[in-house]
């Protein structure tokens, strides 16, 4: 699998471009996104939402309008496509599939695991493609999302950790904003933020 990564708009949002047995996967087009994506890809399969905020969905639709290719979301955060929770003025989309809880896919021949770790928002997934996870703003490196959003949830927040820290085996991870970590490495910081978390609770 080749993964094409670009850091999008102010909040530096990574737009990712997950290419495996020649076709290409758009995960969290942020604001800005859609020149990028349209110069890196050649055979698009679909846009990939990690969660609904709008510096992860903003291109979602310019995307579609481009490549008309389907748009997949938690359906815990399809609302936020239409209403930004943060009062940002994000253009409008639609998801044409919506994943709830965990769940897989199978598109073109090429399995999508999305696994669900609510808290940062009631929908935020992982999407997990052979060994590496897209994580959005569940998990990032040495850190996690934050919990005090509308329509977040600190007891959700613990409960995923508590399950993140279950997994086994070990997965690269390639968060929302920032640099690349390890599930392994991250689970060794997940009792401190479980902690920090229950504190505001």
């Known amino acids: 699998m080749q993964i094409k990564i670009q850091p999008m708009g102010a909040t530096q949002t990574n737009c990712y471009i997950a290419t495996i047995e020649g076709k290409d996967f758009i995960i969290d087009p942020g604001m800005g996104a859609t ?14 939402n ?6 992860h969905v903003w291109s979602n639709q310019a995307v579609q309008d481009a490549l008309h290719i389907p748009i997949y979301c938690p359906k ?7 209403d930004c929770p943060l009062g940002q ?4 989309s639609e998801a044409d599939f919506e994943i709830v809880g965990d769940q897989t896919l199978t598109l073109e021949g090429v399995e999508i695991k999305f ?9 935020c997934s992982i999407i997990q493609i052979e060994d590496v996870w897209f994580s959005g703003d569940f998990l990032f ?3 996690i999302g934050r919990w005090d959003f509308p329509f977040s949830s600190g007891e959700a927040m613990v409960k995923s950790l508590e399950k993140a820290m279950t997994l086994e085996g070990d ?7 920032g640099m690349t970590t390890t599930l392994k ?4 910081v997940m009792p401190y933020w479980i902690d920090q978390v229950k504190r505001t609770i």
């Not at 696994?115 to 929908?123: I, N, R, S």
Request: charged share 10%; proline share 13%; hydrophobic share 30%.
């Open 185 to 188: 490495a991250e689970q060794k």
């Open 35 to 48: 020149k990028w994506v349209l110069d890196n890809v050649s055979n698009p399969v679909a846009i990939l």
């Open 141 to 143: 490196q040495q850190s």
């Open 115 to 123: 696994l669900h770790f609510p808290g940062h928002t009631p929908g």
């Open 89 to 92: 003025p994000v253009p409008p």
């Open 171 to 177: 997965y690269t991870v390639y968060p929302g904003h």
């Open 76 to 82: 815990g955060d399809t609302f936020m496509l239409q």
């Open 50 to 55: 990690t969660h609904g905020h709008f510096d």
